[in-house]
Nanobody, 118 residues
């Protein structure tokens, strides 16, 4: 059974930081490109960041460049999203996604809420 479990969400003031984690099980983690998405109330789910299978390349949405950093530890089957200088517009549910490099599987986690408010 494939599972992606996000953690680390919460409430923080503007300018604060959070570190999200996504732990995978039931898959050969290193065969999957990983990404983070977020979805704000009433809006579509949007790509925030992505990372290659080996972790040697990342990409970011323009809105988070310079503030968010995505990384992965294949030995721990985990990806991370370090979020700094958080803004109220970062408020959303954050989801991780795993896509097999040959498209054999495409999986989502259940999401973790991030709220940025004073």
């Amino acid at each position: 059974q494939v599972r992606l479990v996000e953690s680390g969400g919460g409430s923080v003031q503007p300018g604060g930081s959070l570190r999200l984690s996504c732990a995978g099980s039931g898959i050969t983690f290193s065969n999957y490109a990983m990404s983070w998405y977020h979805q704000a109330p009433g809006k579509e789910r949007e790509l925030v960041a992505g990372i290659t299978r080996a972790g040697d390349s990342t990409n970011y949405a323009d809105s988070v460049k310079g503030r968010f950093t995505m990384s992965r530890d294949n030995a721990k089957n985990t990806v991370y999203l370090e979020m700094n200088s958080l803004k109220p517009e970062d408020t959303a549910v954050y989801y991780c996604r795993a896509v097999h490099f040959l498209r054999f599987g495409d999986y989502w986690g259940q999401g973790t809420q991030v709220t940025v408010s004073s």
